[in-house]
């Protein structure tokens, strides 16, 4: 008999994705077939699965903390943002069309049957089911149509706990104030709060959670204290990878990273983010590139032909060309590859109006946009040290040109990536590389750095292992577990 019970938020970015992590490792420590589900993301930082899919990066972990390969069925509907305006929607993995808000509005009862479609498949080889919502229940103006939180909810009739952050202040009128907007039904779904974020000595809340019980009716299922070690897994919000730093010692060897308006799977960072002998720092727009940076990295982007635009608009250009005049190094990956070369093409308009633009020119090569996304899983090697390299590409356009004789990678017996003559300038495609620990160490040592972390992936296992056993600490596991319910179509 599959269950099922979904988390949601009295706001956005108050843990749930943490929350719903650390409930799959712990509940698949328990012998269960967990399957996390998030019917509706937003979120530039996807992830590629096995199936040749994208889904958002939060999902993927989740898939890891419950020991399974992640899957398109785990996040069905996935928003990548384009403009202030529109999104590409990605259904089940593949490229649905691109959207203005009230577009796709207009498409939510066709993408509420497929999300349906897709949680069924997946409790058909589960034992347990969490579904995380997004934003919050709260914002009742989108409650027509919605497919993300209680619109689903009430779809495969599932129960609710939701959650508070307190560190942000204000945590019962949060809970409170989300009860009180709700209409009944939906009041009704909610069967348990977990009060999140935590700091100092839980007990001085006791009264607090009293009156949020008391006010709501719904189960008191704990307080989760801050978890100091957060930062330590993968990041679904760029933000994240800024506050990423764990105290306020900084590495002597220092990356800069221009934050892109529209700054996609940025998960390369988390590696070197974590690495206590780097300093990486986000470059906010207005701000220029320090001139005391060892390596410019440049990401991914959902819109490269525009981030290129706002890249020179903030003069990171002219900022780049004097790093590399003091012996800097600069590294393109995906879009960030795609700038480094003398011209980007767009003949068939997929990122706006067809158009041809001058890239940034630090590399001898070309791209030209095709429709055809590029998503696979791949691995390779580092020419230079032999290491072997895993990550994913997730792209359109095709990169070629002179520079691509020095290609500094090798899949499938194949030659990719492009560097410059003096080997200052490098690009490639690949998302994820610096997740290979003999790789990174490599790669830090020929530009003079010394590698910190020797374990990446293991040490990403551990935190969720560590996770697990706070949230079982501080929550009433059981009680929650009995909460869930029976799936039924």
Request: charged share 25%; aromatic share 6%.
């Amino acid at each position: 008999m599959t269950k099922a019970i979904m988390i949601q938020g009295a706001g956005s970015n108050v843990g749930k994705s943490m929350i719903v992590a650390g409930l799959c490792r712990l509940f698949a420590q328990r012998g269960l077939r967990v399957r996390p589900f998030k019917p509706q993301n937003m979120s530039n930082n996807a992830a590629v699965t096995a199936d040749r899919g994208e889904i958002g990066r939060a999902q993927a972990l989740q898939a890891l903390a419950c020991g399974v390969a992640p899957m398109v069925d785990m996040n069905p509907v996935l928003l990548k943002p384009e403009s202030e305006l529109g999104a590409q929607v990605i259904v089940q993995g593949q490229r649905f069309a691109t959207l203005k808000a009230r577009d796709y509005a207009k498409v939510k009862p066709e993408l509420l049957a497929r999300t349906v479609e897709s949680y069924h498949r997946l409790a058909a080889e589960a034992d347990l089911i969490i579904i995380e919502g997004a934003g919050s229940p709260a914002e009742i103006n989108l409650r027509p149509g919605d497919i993300a939180n209680m619109g689903f909810a009430e779809a495969v009739n599932a129960p609710v706990i939701l959650v508070g952050d307190i560190d942000r202040g204000g945590v019962i009128a949060q809970l409170v104030g989300t009860h009180a907007v709700l209409p009944p039904a939906d009041r009704d779904r909610i069967a348990g709060f977990i009060v999140n974020k935590f700091r100092g000595d839980v007990s001085l809340f006791d009264d607090g959670r009293t009156e949020i019980a008391t006010r709501t009716g719904w189960a008191d299922l704990g307080v989760a204290p801050w978890f100091g070690d957060a930062w330590k897994l993968p990041a679904e919000d760029i933000m994240d990878i800024r506050s990423a730093r764990r105290d306020d010692k900084q590495g002597v060897f220092k990356i800069v990273v221009p934050k892109l308006s529209r700054i996609a799977n940025f998960d390369d960072l988390d590696p070197l983010s974590q690495d206590p002998s780097l300093s990486v720092a986000l470059i906010e727009p207005g701000r220029p590139l320090p001139g005391d940076a060892d390596l410019v990295l440049i990401p991914g982007s959902k819109s490269t032909i525009g981030d290129l635009a706002d890249f020179r608009a903030q003069g990171w250009d002219i900022d780049l060309r004097a790093h590399l005049r003091r012996g800097g190094a600069v590294l393109g990956i995906c879009g960030g590859y795609q700038m480094l070369g003398r011209r980007i093409s767009d003949p068939d308009g997929i990122e706006g109006p067809p158009c041809e633009v001058e890239g940034l020119g630090l590399l001898d090569v070309e791209t030209v946009m095709t429709p055809k996304k590029q998503l696979s899983e791949v691995t390779g090697i580092d020419t230079a040290s032999g290491a072997v390299v895993s990550g994913y590409e997730i792209h359109i356009g095709q990169t070629d040109g002179p520079d691509c004789i020095r290609a500094w990678l090798e899949i499938n017996g194949r030659g990719v990536g492009a560097a410059s003559a003096d080997g200052l300038v490098m690009g490639c495609y690949l998302h994820g590389l610096f997740r290979a620990d003999a790789f990174r160490s490599a790669f830090l040592a020929r530009l003079g750095a010394q590698a910190g972390l020797v374990d990446y992936d293991g040490t990403v296992q551990a935190t969720l292992d560590s996770l697990a056993v706070h949230l079982e600490a501080h929550l009433d596991i059981v009680r929650l577990e009995n909460l869930a319910t029976k799936v039924t179509r």
